[in-house]
């Protein structure tokens, strides 16, 4: 599996946009990005996930550096409730194996949201 | 809809004995996944079911751990005999269909092996 690196820890004011980047520089061309979210002790929860093209849904923005050796999750409007370790991943597609359905989280980035 | 739920949500038990977790997917999800984080740990990929065929067990950490889904439906983990540093939460996750995108993961159980 590719590995990611995050920053340990970032901090945001709410009400602005919070930029957590990710370099993934031994991604290879049948594995995606994605992105999860672990809020306190909760299941993680899936955010957002790219190919090649940057992708927006209603939870985030995913911006993918056109070598695809890195990414930035953007949260626009952060709220306190955003507060929560973010896990970049790197994941082989359908077609690239059997371990297709893996998610191998690394120790993410713990985006603090602050008044 | 109703989302992943596991039982018990905690569960306490003595080293050696044996404890069956179990998971309920969302209804019409042939993925099931479960994960791990033991304490201090980052969080751990154990094995992926479609339907009741075992997909990947790449992460099963040794044969003290059977996972089974009966029918595509339900999952149960069983650790026989439980070590202590099985102490940990387990989660499970389930996605529909193949390719499957996004994992919907349940709120775990919370395994103490005293």
């Known amino acids: 599996d590719a590995k990611t690196t995050q920053p340990p820890s970032m901090d945001c004011a709410e009400g602005r946009a919070a930029n957590l980047p990710c370099n993934h520089s031994?991604?290879?061309?049948?594995?995606?990005v994605y992105w999860y979210r672990q809020i306190h002790s909760q299941g993680p929860q899936y955010i957002i996930h790219?190919?090649?093209n940057n992708e927006t849904n209603e939870m985030a923005s995913l911006i993918i550096t056109e070598d695809r050796k890195s990414s930035t999750l953007i949260l626009p409007h952060a709220t306190l409730r955003d507060t929560a370790v973010y896990y970049c991943i790197v994941r082989l597609s359908s077609w690239g194996g059997t371990s297709y359905g893996k998610l191998t989280f690394g120790q993410g980035t713990i985006l603090t949201v602050h008044p | 809809e109703a989302g992943v739920t596991q039982f018990p949500s905690h569960s306490v038990i003595e080293k050696g004995q044996t404890v069956t977790l179990r998971c309920d997917p969302i209804s019409g999800h042939d993925n099931l996944y479960w994960y791990r984080r033991v304490m201090g740990k980052e969080i751990k990929f154990l094995l992926h079911f479609v339907k009741e065929s075992k997909q990947d067990e790449s992460g099963m950490p040794n044969n003290r751990f059977l996972a089974e889904r009966t029918g595509g439906t339900y999952s149960t983990l069983k650790v026989q005999p439980a070590e202590l540093e099985d102490s940990g939460v387990y989660f499970c996750?389930?996605?529909?269909?193949?390719?499957?995108?996004?994992?919907?993961f349940g709120p775990g159980t919370r395994l103490t092996v005293t």
């Open positions: 790219g190919l090649k």
């Open positions: 031994t991604i290879s061309g049948n594995e995606y």
């Open positions: 996750a389930s996605s529909p269909g193949i390719p499957s995108y996004e994992q919907y």
